[in-house]
Structure formats: C-alpha cells, structure tokens
C-alpha cells in the first residue's frame, strides 16, 4: 500500500491508522481488496474516518457535524492555517462540514488526529501517538 501511495501520502497512511488502531475502536472496512479501494474506519454504522487512496495520493475525509463545527470553531487556533483554509472553504450542509484533506500536498498528521479528537475523544488520551 505505501509503496501504491507514494513516500508522502504512504506516511500518512501508516500514521493515521496506527494511531486509529492504538487510540479507537472502529475497524478499518475496505471497498473491495483492489489499492484504491475506500477504506472506513466505522463503528455501530458511524464513520469516524475514510481514506480514499490513488496512485501517489490520499484523501481523507473527516465529516464534522453540527456540534463538531462548532468544537472547530473554537479551537481554530490550534489548527494549522492550511485546515483552517480548507475549513473555511468547504460548504457547510445540513449535517455538516465534509472536510477532503488531500496527501500531497498536505503533511499535518496532528491536524488530523486534531479533528479525529473533535469527533471522539481518543481512548489514550495523553499518549504519544
């Protein structure tokens, strides 16, 4: 897979889901068994995270709800300028605020883990991940 993905995006890969494995309880759910299937990170049918691989590329979405735009709002500065754009910049619906967080050229695993900590509390809290 990381070799499928690209040094960059690969990385990414690797850190997001050690820390989904070492920090939630939802399981990784894959499309199919090709490289560039989906893959849900999903618990009692909620996704609490979804990467969408390509050659040399990741996306990650993270939805954010209603309460979690809200949790975003007032946390923005601890955010990187670059998810703070792509906040402010994304269309926000009825049930949210679909964030597509594109590897490369985005680098801020923290950032992600930073949202992921917006839609659920990591079960390590305190951990370095």
């Known amino acids: 897979m990381v070799k499928f993905l690209g040094r960059q995006a690969g990385n990414m890969w690797k850190q997001i889901s050690a820390y989904m494995s070492t920090n939630y309880e939802f399981e990784p759910?894959?499309?199919?068994e090709s490289l560039d299937a989906t893959i849900r990170y999903r618990r009692s049918g909620k996704?609490?995270?979804t990467f969408y691989p390509k050659k040399d590329e990741l996306t990650v979405l993270?939805?954010?709800g209603k309460k979690e735009t809200e949790k975003f709002e007032s946390s923005?500065?601890?955010f990187s300028p670059e998810i703070v754009e792509l906040f402010s910049n994304t269309r926000q619906y009825?049930?949210?605020r679909w964030l597509h967080i594109k590897v490369p050229p985005f680098e801020g695993v923290e950032d992600i883990k930073k949202l992921l900590g917006i839609k659920k509390e990591p079960k390590?809290?305190?951990a370095e991940n």
Do not use: A
């Open 94 to 96: 009825h049930d949210g």
């Open 47 to 49: 996704t609490i995270l």
């Open 62 to 64: 993270v939805i954010l």
């Open 29 to 32: 759910v894959r499309e199919d």
């Open 124 to 126: 390590n809290m305190g």
């Open 76 to 78: 923005k500065d601890e």
